[in-house]
């Protein structure tokens, strides 16, 4: 499977450490993830992305694009095959207007439900898929159940976004999870626009966090609050950090209940719901 890493914060951050040097780092976990790689920021709202069907680990491209990344907002992902060739075409994050998306997961015996999947997807948006995968699929899907609040090209709160994850995955599973299946299929989906941020646990493991035992940056941000190093007490966070494992060992992590959506909109408000059971 696959490995996600999402940042979003009030104030632009270096992501070298979290993508190359700690000890957990992206870089590190694509030797076992060795089918291309990508890493999305945002400058001035606009998503710019890179991507390589190379190994991370081994890839100097990576190294660069880590080094010089300093953004309020990055979504990065190592991919480990199940569908879809190995090109760049299909390596993660995908991209659509100001919209980055990155799955860990698959759907067994895509092929039987690539059809289906595809004749949900609004057929404006059906153009726009270029590779051979069920992550593309699965991110156009969740578009199209977005562009059902309102255009694309409008800002979404938290809120509607978890709601459209929510969508996506009962839409899948409505699909891919009937009688027959040989197993059920994991949607584990991160998702931003530069300014919301969500990800979806269904399957797959992913942990956040919003602060840290103690910040070695303490006294020197001038962002630093409370928050920085303890549990919000008003709903609203400095930073959101979410990956598949445990990255920085100073950040406190939480796992993902399974169906859970955690997220923050443009004002760093933390919100957190399951995907619904209907």
Known sequence: MCRLFGFRSVISSQVHRSLVNADN???AQSERHPDGWGVAYYVDEAPHVTRSADTALNDHLFRRVSGVVSSQTVLAHVRKATVGELNVLNCHPFQHGRWTFAHNGDIPEFARCRDAIEAAV???LRPFILGDTDS???FFLFLTHLSQDAPLSQRFGVEVVSEALSR???AVRAIADVEGAPSPALLTLM?????TMAAVRWGKELYWSTHKGRCAD???CPHFADVCEA???TGFVNHLIMSSEPVIDENVWE???EGEIVGVDWRMRVSRRFVRAD
Do not use: K, N
């Open 122 to 124: 609004a057929p404006r």
């Open 168 to 170: 996506t995955v009962q």
């Open 218 to 220: 303490r006294d020197l």
């Open 136 to 138: 593309e699929r699965i």
């Open 191 to 195: 998702v931003t626009d530069g300014l």
């Open 255 to 257: 796992a993902f209940g």
């Open 25 to 27: 780092a992206l870089a």
């Open 231 to 233: 549990p919000t007490t």
